[in-house]
T-cell receptor
Framework: GAGVSQTPSNKVTEKGKYVELRCDPI?????LYWYRQSLGQGPEFLIY????????DSGLPNDRFFAVRPEGSVSTLKIQRTERGDSAVYLC????????????FGPGTRLTVL | AQSVTQLGSHVSVSEGALVLLRCNYS??????LFWYVQYPNQGLQLLLK??????LVKGINGFEAEFKKSETSFHLTKPSAHMSDAAEYFC???????????FGRGTSLIVHP
């Protein structure tokens, strides 16, 4: 595709429910990042994939959060037993080569936990 | 460790006036530096970046930034603000050897007619 896409654009769920957020990166981009952006804050790193493997998941806040990228393209961020504090915009970005290269961001998924 | 400080959560300018958004970073090794812009309900878009070479970097939409190692700064400027520049601006740093960028908290640019 032309850019990074994320689905759904908005997700409203109830406390305690399970949610999945999907990211389709730019074709051919081997690096994929997930971030969380709270109101009035910059993106906060969650996890970084190089290919199919999670190269760095040090930003995941706890074991309720998990992400996969089984074929090295599409990635899914999974949140179990959602809490109200999980409400935020979840951004995905992909990058082609080196760390000095541009990250291309998707429009984000706005998650609201009631 | 790396960190980014953006001074001023909001900057207000008149249309046609100089835009100056401040970014200071800390990094133990030579950094890569980025400025991104975010319009409402959209993802971040790269304005410009510094990796190596010339310290004055020109980006899209007339923006530029200068890497000043002695001041650990990477301030963003534009000579003449346009109404369409109103957005949130984020500075980010990646230290050499890392793959993970650290973003500042952002500066909201407000442009008055």
């Amino acid at each position: 595709g032309a850019g990074v896409s994320q689905t759904p654009s908005n997700k409203v769920t109830e406390k305690g429910k399970y949610v999945e957020l999907r990211c389709d990166p730019i074709s051919g981009h081997t690096a994929l990042y997930w971030y969380r952006q709270s109101l009035g804050q910059g993106p906060e790193f969650l996890i970084y994939f190089q290919g199919t493997g999670a190269a760095d998941d040090s930003g995941l806040p706890n074991d309720r959060f998990f992400a996969v990228r089984p074929e090295g393209s599409v990635s899914t961020l999974k949140i179990q037993r959602t809490e109200r504090g999980d409400s935020a915009v979840y951004l995905c970005a992909s990058r082609s080569e080196g760390t000095g290269d541009e990250q291309f961001f998707g429009p984000g998924t706005r998650l609201t936990v009631l | 460790a790396q960190s980014v400080t953006q001074l001023g959560s909001h900057v207000s300018v008149s249309e046609g006036a100089l835009v100056l958004l401040r970014c200071n970073y800390s990094s133990s090794v030579p950094p890569y530096l980025f400025w991104y812009v975010q319009y409402p309900n959209q993802g971040l878009q790269l304005l410009l970046k510094y990796t190596t070479g010339a310290t004055l970097v020109k980006g899209i939409n007339g923006f530029e930034a200068e890497f000043k190692k002695s001041e650990t700064s990477f301030h963003l400027t534009k000579p003449s603000a346009h109404m369409s520049d109103a957005a949130e601006y984020f500075c980010a740093v990646i230290s050499g050897g890392s793959y993970i960028p650290t973003f500042g908290r952002g500066t909201s640019l407000i442009v008055h007619p």
